[in-house]
């Protein structure tokens, strides 16, 4: 219909006929006036709304539209400039709250928090992800990452996600590789992943390629940390970030050198953190990179010796790093800025065997996801758990 109101040559009124004869001169010159003085004159082609002026459409505004530059129209105030928090007390807490059980998740990984506070867990020898809600108890089947091979320590390694995508590392029978499922939830329970999209496949399969972690920002970005550094410029033993929930064809690296990554976190002002083993063994907490695209801090707030326990996971919350270690401990390191505000401080995790993940749970929360008695293939059986930490 977009040239439907049409005026013929026998309903032109006596106004847009005086404008034909005035326009006609400067028409026999040619070029935009000439077609505009055949389409007003008698007989000539008929003017569709678009080709008239404002005060030639019928009900039409002869003023035009506001200028949007004049009077009235008030500039957008510029969104405030993030700035440094406060630095936390010297001395914190962490004490369990609440006790999740996980019966049936075989060997779980995670946990990845959800916007509503449910959480993602998956099992690393079947490749299922659940939901948990931690008001009720209630675990549902989300779905089952295809082609997982869990021979040995692989499987499902790291998972995160959000309302819109789940991304998972895995290994397979030919490789290790990072992947982004849809995640449609009015689709039946169970069958609730779309066909994956690839992020990262065809990585090495070796013992430091499986020690890597995956962590998604609100904006949508997603960090991916491989490990088993070997000296070639391949993606192994390096710290990427692609743009776009991972859509990006080339990703950009942030860091590299890394023998195993365990842990990736952002601070209030987008800064990211890693922990995990230097290719000399020594578990170290570093300034990576930033979420707006800065240089890295490069600033280190943790160097342990190798035997000292190893990182597992690492979260953000309350002004601090939080850091769970494969020797059972949870690790508080209040920050100032990019600098460590006092010592850090260590916590017991009582009940917790083999913690293998951590999440901010958000409001003075944390989520540690304990694998059970057992850190061997399948040996955690049906006796993993979530503990619910209250920090300050």
């Not at 000439?34 to 505004?61: I, K």
């Not at 807490?93 to 867990?121: C, K």
């Amino acid at each position: 219909m977009g040239r439907g109101n049409r005026r013929g040559p026998g309903r032109l009124t006596a106004s847009v006929l005086l404008a034909g004869l005035l326009v006609t001169p400067t028409a026999c010159a040619g070029g935009p006036a000439a077609d505009r003085a055949a389409q007003l004159a008698p007989g000539g082609p008929p003017a569709a709304p678009e080709d008239l002026l404002p005060d030639e459409v019928e009900g039409g505004d002869p003023t035009g539209p506001p200028d949007p530059g004049g009077p009235g129209e008030e500039e957008p105030e510029p969104e405030p400039e993030p700035t440094e928090p406060p630095p936390p007390p010297a001395q914190g807490s962490a004490e369990v709250v609440e006790t999740v059980p996980l019966p049936g998740i075989e060997a779980p990984v995670g946990p990845a928090v959800l916007p509503d506070g449910d959480l993602l867990v998956g099992s690393r020898t079947t490749g299922t992800i659940h939901r948990v809600s931690p008001d009720t108890g209630d675990i549902t089947e989300v779905g089952t990452v295809q082609a997982v091979e869990a021979g040995g320590a692989g499987g499902l390694l790291a998972l995160t996600a959000d309302e819109t995508y789940v991304h998972a590392y895995y290994t397979t029978v030919s490789d290790v590789r990072i992947m982004r499922f849809g995640w449609d939830e009015q689709r039946p329970e169970g069958d609730q992943l779309t066909p994956g999209q690839r992020v990262l496949p065809g990585l090495p399969d070796t013992p430091g390629a499986r020690a890597g972690r995956l962590f998604v920002t609100p904006d949508g970005d997603l960090y991916a940390g491989v490990g088993g550094a070997d000296g070639s410029d391949g993606p192994v033993g390096t710290v990427m970030r692609f743009a776009g929930r991972g859509s990006a064809v080339s990703p950009e690296t942030l860091s590299s050198g890394w023998e195993t990554v365990d842990g990736l976190a952002t601070d209030t002002l987008g800064r990211l953190w890693l922990t995990g083993r230097s290719e000399e063994g020594e578990a170290l907490v570093v300034g990576v990179g930033t979420t707006d695209g800065g240089a890295p801090t490069g600033d280190e707030v943790l160097h342990r010796p190798g035997d000292e326990g190893s990182p597992e996971a690492m979260a953000y919350a309350e002004g601090s790093l939080w850091v769970v270690t494969e020797a059972g401990e949870l690790l508080r390191l209040p920050l100032a800025g990019t600098r460590l505000h006092a010592e850090p401080e260590e916590f017991d995790l009582p009940g917790a065997t083999t913690p293998v993940g951590l999440a901010d749970g958000g409001e003075g929360n944390l989520w540690v996801l304990d694998a059970g008695p057992s850190g061997e293939p399948g040996g955690a059986g049906d006796r993993g758990r979530l503990l619910r930490l209250g920090i300050e």
